[in-house]
C-alpha cells in the first residue's frame, strides 16, 4: 500500500513523457512539412521558353544517350547518398534537385580528383573548402565526406543564390566562377541564363545543360 502513490507519480510522469514526444515529432513533422512547402525550386524555362528549343533538346538527350551506362550505374548506387543530400539540402531551404550537380561534377565518388586540384563528391578547390570551413590536409581531406562536403556545398549555393537570384546562373557560377557570369551579365544586359548563354564559355554553357538531362533522367 505505501508505494501505490510512487506508482502512481511514475505512471502520470510516463504518460506525460509519451505527450511530450507526441508534439515534439507532430512539431518536427510540421517543420519538415513547411520546409518542403517554402523551399525555393528550380526553373528551366526562363522568359524564352527554353525547353521548347530543338538544339536544347537534342543536347539533353543526346547527353542522356550517351552517358547512358554511367547514369544507370549511379542510380544503382545513389539512395543513400541521395537520402543524406536530401537531409541537408532540405535544412538550408535549397532544392532538393541540386543534389544532381555531385552527379556531373564527380559521379558521386568522394575520391574523385580533378586535374586542377578539385576533390571529393562537389569537386570544391582547397581554398573555396578553406572558405567554407573544411579541413584540407595531407592528414585529413574533408571535400572527401559526403556529410561535410555536402554541407559545404549547400553553404557556397545558398550563398551564389543569394548573389544572383537564379538557379541557373548560380549553375553556371558554380562551374566558372562569379566573374565570367557577371562579364557575361553585362555584355547582355540580362539576368536569363538562356540570354547571356552566348557570353560564356562553352563549358559553362554545357555544364547547365548537363544538369537538366541528368536532372530529367533521375527525375523520369
Known amino acids: 500500500m505505501s508505494h501505490r502513490p510512487s506508482y502512481r ?25 513547411f520546409l518542403k512547402k517554402n523551399r525555393s525550386t528550380i526553373s528551366f524555362a526562363g522568359t524564352n521558353k527554353a525547353l521548347s528549343d530543338r538544339r536544347v533538346k537534342q543536347f539533353v538527350n543526346r547527353y542522356i544517350q550517351e552517358h ?29 534537385e541540386l543534389k544532381y550537380l555531385a552527379v556531373i561534377e564527380s559521379e558521386l565518388k568522394t575520391n574523385a580528383v580533378s586535374h586542377v586540384g578539385a576533390a571529393g563528391p562537389w569537386q570544391l578547390m582547397p581554398g573555396t573548402a ?22 559545404a556545398a549547400a553553404i557556397y549555393l545558398r550563398d551564389l543564390h543569394v548573389e544572383f537570384g537564379d538557379w541557373l546562373l548560380v549553375m ?45 533522367y533521375f527525375e523520369g
Open 172 to 216: 553556371a557560377a558554380y562551374n566558372g566562377g562569379e566573374g565570367p557570369v557577371y562579364s557575361a551579365i553585362r555584355q547582355s544586359e540580362s539576368r536569363n541564363f538562356w540570354v547571356i548563354q552566348k557570353y560564356l564559355p562553352q563549358e559553362t554553357r554545357e555544364y547547365v545543360k548537363k544538369f537538366m538531362a541528368t536532372y530529367y
Open 68 to 96: 547512358k551506362e554511367c547514369l544507370v550505374s549511379i542510380r544503382q548506387r545513389c539512395d543513400s547518398t541521395f537520402d543524406l543530400m536530401d537531409s541537408i539540402f532540405t535544412r538550408y531551404h535549397l532544392p532538393l
Open 130 to 151: 578553406h572558405i567554407l570551413g573544411l579541413k584540407v590536409s595531407g592528414v585529413c581531406d574533408e571535400r572527401m565526406s559526403y556529410p561535410r562536403s555536402t554541407q
Open 9 to 33: 507519480i511514475a505512471l502520470l510522469i510516463l504518460i506525460l513523457a509519451g505527450i511530450a514526444v507526441l508534439v515534439c515529432c507532430d512539431k518536427d513533422t510540421r517543420s519538415i512539412s
